[in-house]
């Protein structure tokens, strides 16, 4: 059984692609946001139970970007 469904969730975090995408580390981010890198990567591998709005505030104004191209939901299958 994989994470998410052990988690009971079914989001998918697209914080490598946007980073990638940007040229941006996630050290640097982390910086620009305000949070620390483990916070960071702990949402960004998917392991995250929550995140604040004013952290997903600053990553949406740091990135450039809405909160769909940050977060998906995929469908567990049933």
């Given at each position: 059984m994989s994470p998410d469904a052990?988690?009971?969730?079914a989001i998918e975090v697209h914080l490598?692609?946007?980073l990638a995408?940007?040229?941006m580390t996630l050290a640097e981010l982390a910086s620009?946001?305000?949070v620390t890198n483990v916070n960071l990567s702990?949402?960004?591998n998917g392991?995250?139970?929550a995140i604040r709005f004013t952290?997903?505030?600053r990553i949406c104004e740091v990135l450039e970007c809405q909160p769909?191209?940050?977060?998906?939901?995929r469908p567990t299958g049933g």
């Open positions: 052990e988690d009971g969730h490598d692609r946007l995408e940007r040229g620009r946001v305000g702990v949402l960004k392991r995250a139970k952290t997903l505030t769909g191209d940050l977060l998906s939901y």
